[in-house]
Every structure is written in structure tokens, then in C-alpha cells.
């Protein structure tokens, strides 16, 4: 048997929020999520795994709604972005390198108490993946932004939080509106939160799925 | 207030599990999740989103231990490849193209009973997603594995099982060990889950963050 959680999920209430979940298209701006729903959706963000701990990301909460219409026609014009409660912009460390490495070594030390020489193994395994052409460098950051997005959307589902991730987005004009580069930042996809309108049309589809036996294989 | 499900999880009870969850290094051989427990993950991945719903995606759980053993060598030796419950090899699409597409419009119109025509629109996008350069569409698809993954983990952890996500695994050993290629699809990255052991040191470590006002800022 596994140890688990105190207050572990039941397999039922995972699965009946899972097939609850849908990619929301219509959202209804009258809707807010609960402040407590809300703070641990941002715990879920910062809890995220990533390689090595790195967490080369950030995320941005964006409230401004002056922002938020100027988003839109960044985004295929799609009605979420100026009508859920909440719209994180997930991005990626911009160059990300030794610098990020060091300082992730010196948040180890703090947290744990540990001498940064317990390190030192560890360290130059990340120096060494982050001196790797830059490109690959970058492409191996946003798929651990990917990851993010998987927990954010999970766990969203799991408090009965509705969401919609979107990939469609001119990631140009998101960083240039929010001025994410200057502050080391380049925007990566984006994820709306809040409610679905009554009268969402898409979210009463059935779910498509490949058949399990096609997605799932034993060996 | 959004409509939450039935059973929502209260948000204690996520930020009890996210926190309770690390990367296992030490998995117990002897503690195996519960049927009811993993059925509900074998779930959870297949209602994984993706972009387009396109699942580009194939699970691979390994019970053969033989070939659990093989594969230990090419996960830099890590125990939890043999150890572990289950061990699950995350793999995408080789040559992700017009076949998956049109093998998921089809699905679609099976489960909604709809007419393919209905879906001219959205299967002119998903082909002209998928003909971009093949390297690009490669990349693109393996980032939607990534969202699987932590969909996985978010899971698992809600549910108290432990896992351990590996991407420092030697790609081409496995899809040759395991045959994955022949069957169209390429190894991506692995997750083990089970039950921590007791002594796992690693596991009784203080989680490392940056500060949550590093990684979350609002606009």
C-alpha cells in the first residue's frame, strides 16, 4: 500500500473532476473564483516541478483590464481573455544560464541551511545543462512551462475551477504589451480562469478521447 | 462564485497533497498502488487536454521486469526504474501528420454523432498545424507530453501516490529496448510511481521554491 496524503483524494472525486473539466470557451464574466481557491491555484504554480527544481518560469497575473483588451486581439480575439476572472500569462526565463543556476544554489542553501560546497555535484550538472546551445537551452525551459500548465489545469479541475489554456497567442505582442523582456521574461502560452457561462455550448460536448486501449499500452 | 463540482476538493486538501509531493528517489519495492488508485491515473492521462484535443500522445506502463532492468541502464542507473509500482513511458507521436488528424476527426464524429463536414474548419487547422517543418511539429507535440506529465503528477499527488518524474533518460535506448519506433512512436520521458520508502532522505528534505513574489506578479 502506498502511504497516503491525510487528506488524499478519492479516486472517484479525481475522475469525476477530471471528465468535468473542458477547455472553456465561453466564461462568465460575473463569475469569480473564491479567494481560497484562488491563493492555492497560485501555491499549485509555485509547488510546480520542474528539472532539477530549476523552475525557470514566471508567471503573470494579469488584472489590468486595459491590459487585458489589449491582449485580446494578440490572441485570435478570442472573448476569454477579457472575460475570465483571471488570465496568467506563463512565461519562460529569458537566457536563462549560470546566473539563474546561482541563484537557485543559494535559495537551496537558505531553505535547507545547507554550505553551497554540499552542492557543488549538482550545481555543475545544471551549469552544464544550461551551457548548451542556446536555443535547446530555451526549448527545454518551455517544456517545463508545459509541465505548469498541467498541474495548473489539474488542480483547477480538482477545486472545481473552470479553465481554458490557450497556445494561440502571438507571444511577440504578449511580451511587448506586458514588457516581459525587460524584466527577463518571454511569454510562453497563456491560461484563462474562472467560471463557464450557462450557455456555453462547447462545454456540454461529449469529451473526445481515443479509445483507452489505443492511448494506454502494457509491456 | 464558479459552479464547482460535486465532489470539488477543498483547497486544503490540493495544498496538502502538492506539498506532501516530491520526486521520489527511494521507491519501497513492496508498496503497490491500490487498483482503484491507479485506474484513476491510467484516467487522469487519458483526459489529458492537448492543443486541438489532438493527443499526440501513447502511454507505455511497463510491468515486463526484464524489461524494467534493461531500461535501468539507460536512466543513468536510477533505482526507481526497477523499484517503483509502475513505470510509465510517455511517448509521442513519431511523424505526427495528416493520419492523426484525420484518425481524430473521425473519433470525433463517432462520439458526437456529428458529420465530418461540420469539422472542415477545425481539421484545415489542425492540418495546417501539423504540415508545418516536421522538426517544428515534433517540438510542438512533445510539448504536449509535458502537459500530460503534470497532469500525472498533480494527480498522483492528490490521490497520495508517490512519483518521480525522469527526463534524463537515454531516448533512443528506450525506443529501442521497448520497440517503439516500429509501433510510431518515440520515447519522450518517464514517470515512476508507487510508494516512497521510509528512509528515502531525500524525501524528508524541505522543498526548495524561489519566493512566492519572485515567481508570481500581477499586472
Not at 496568467?88 to 541563484?103: I, N, Q
Not at 551549469?127 to 512551462?145: F, G, M
Request: a neutral charge; glycine letters at 4%.
Amino acid at each position: 500500500m502506498t502511504v497516503a496524503t491525510p487528506e488524499a483524494v478519492s479516486p472517484q472525486a479525481l475522475k469525476s473532476a477530471l471528465n468535468w473539466r473542458v477547455a472553456v470557451k465561453k466564461f462568465d464574466p460575473a463569475r469569480r473564483i473564491p479567494a481560497a481557491q484562488w491563493a492555492a491555484l497560485e501555491e499549485a504554480l509555485t509547488l510546480a516541478p520542474s528539472s532539477y527544481g530549476l523552475q525557470p518560469w514566471k508567471f503573470f497575473v494579469v488584472e489590468d483590464k486595459a491590459l487585458r483588451a489589449k491582449l485580446q486581439p494578440a490572441s485570435w480575439g478570442q472573448a476569454q481573455i477579457v472575460d475570465a476572472d483571471k488570465l496568467v500569462v506563463f512565461a519562460v526565463k529569458k537566457d536563462l544560464g549560470p546566473d539563474h543556476v546561482e541563484r537557485f544554489i543559494e535559495r537551496i542553501c537558505e531553505v535547507r541551511r545547507m554550505p553551497k560546497e554540499a552542492l557543488t555535484q549538482y550545481r555543475k550538472m545544471m551549469l552544464d545543462s544550461v551551457s548548451l546551445e542556446p536555443a535547446r537551452v530555451q526549448a527545454w525551459a518551455i517544456r517545463q512551462v508545459y509541465i505548469a500548465l498541467g498541474v495548473f489545469l489539474t488542480s483547477a479541475a480538482a477545486l472545481g475551477v473552470d479553465a481554458c489554456p490557450m497556445e494561440g497567442i502571438d507571444k511577440d505582442q504578449y511580451d511587448q504589451i506586458l514588457g516581459l523582456p525587460a524584466k527577463g521574461w518571454n511569454a510562453v502560452l497563456v491560461a484563462a480562469a474562472g467560471g463557464r457561462a450557462d450557455d456555453d455550448a462547447y462545454a456540454k460536448l461529449a469529451k473526445v478521447r481515443f479509445d483507452r486501449h489505443e492511448l494506454i499500452e502494457i509491456l
